[in-house]
């Protein structure tokens, strides 16, 4: 019976102390969107996450041809 004595005060001090967190929580905007992530998931990101992390490829329209006059560009022999 003595444990309740202690027990009521902690268990009061722990519960004031989640009460302050979720309002925290929820002055910082915690739980604002609460759609977006459940339908965020739905979406396919990781085309747009491959293209980013590959360069882009040069196709023969965008290059240049040369001027009759210029030299051939410098080979590295590396």
Known sequence: ???IYSLIPG???FGLL???ILV???RKGQYEDMEG???R???DDDEDAMLASQPEK???KEETPPEPGDKPPAKNSF
């Open 1 to 3: 019976m003595e444990v």
């Open 58 to 60: 040069k196709t023969q």
């Open 37 to 39: 992530n459940a339908s």
């Open 41 to 43: 998931i739905l979406l």
């Open 11 to 13: 268990m009061t001090f």
């Open 24 to 26: 925290w929580a929820v």
């Open 18 to 20: 989640f009460v302050a």
